[in-house]
């Protein structure tokens, strides 16, 4: 588990995914501190530098524990925003039953979404019957028995085409320059750093199934108070579009927000657009926040068909400049930042003429 402290008291706890761990949020966790926020991501059980062994792990309770753990050192009046991946959504789930007073908005990274109707098994049951039978759905992903005493449990390792080709594929690649001892000189390569970062870290995991099948239906008075806001990544192979809404459907979410471009990993490969959904919920959901001028548009020259508005928000005595833009009828926070009492109103000077 890393902890990162911003300037702005809204704490943000990042749940990973299936054979992932903390190091997946780099780049979403950099942004967010960036912007003032309070961020701890945490290791699951047997995954990122956690000490326990995925045949040490028996229960998805016991996989969760790490999570419940940071849930239960909260103090009483603190509130968090629970972000979830992939199988971490039923780690939310798991968490927000526990400790709905402690979670002001749990959000669903294109991740699995029980609900409170069925078995907790029931989204992953469905999904290995909807998606999971296809011939190539699990590509070169490894499946093992970890203890011969337990049949039921079984452990999984994503392989490298899997990866490549369900996960990563839209995580951008980065130049490279490569010496060569060579006559030819320098080189320059293409290579997906996160795509080989994942390859190095990922450790076998499990999804739990048989485990969550004889456990309990999560509560409506548990995790069904908890306020919920599912991001839909619309290049998602490995946990398609189609099966997203179908969870959305099944289990009706107070928002839904897209992120447009984003493969499963949109943490890695659109974290800036992940960082700005982030931004808008958490802007939502801050206790005494005060708007201080609503739509303003700034003077100078903008991209074609794009407006581009701010509005300046009040938090705990903190002046916030947010940035709206506007492409057709789509609505999306960019941006925010902390500006002094002096830089507003310089800026509300620019801008009295536009207003």
Known sequence: MEEVVGMEEKHFVLVHGANHGAWCWYKLK????????????????????????????????????????????LPAEEK???VGHSLGGVTLALAADKFPQKISVAVFVTAFMPDTTHRPSFVLEQYCEKIGK?????????????????????SMLFGREFLTIKLYQLCPPEVINLLRITFIGR?????????????????PGSMFID????ASKFSDEGYGSVKRVYL??????????????WMIQNYPVNEVMEIKGGDHMAMLSEPQKLCDCLSQISLKTAAGVTVVCYSLRLPFDLPINDQHYYVI???????????????????????????????????????????
């Open 232 to 245: 839909v990544c619309e290049e998602d192979i490995g946990l398609p579009k189609h099966f997203q809404h």
């Open 80 to 82: 968090v925003i629970l």
């Open 187 to 203: 080189a320059i390569v293409l290579c997906q750093i996160d795509l080989e970062l994942a390859k190095m870290l990922l450790r």
């Open 211 to 214: 485990n969550l099948s004889k």
């Open 313 to 355: 928000v009040e938090i705990k005595k903190w002046l916030y400049i947010v940035q709206i833009r506007l492409i057709g009828d789509d609505l999306a926070v960019a941006s925010g930042y902390g500006w002094s009492e002096m830089e507003v109103a310089a800026l509300m000077d620019k801008t009295k003429a536009t207003m």
């Open 134 to 154: 296809e011939d190539d759905s699990w590509l070169d992903t490894q499946f093992s028995q970890c203890d011969e005493s337990n049949p039921s449990h079984i």
């Open 30 to 73: 950099a942004r967010l501190v960036a912007g003032g926020h309070r961020v701890t991501a945490v290791d699951l059980a047997a995954s990122g530098i956690n000490m326990k062994r995925i045949e040490d792990v028996h229960t998805f309770q016991a996989y969760s524990e790490p999570l419940i753990s940071v849930l239960a050192s």
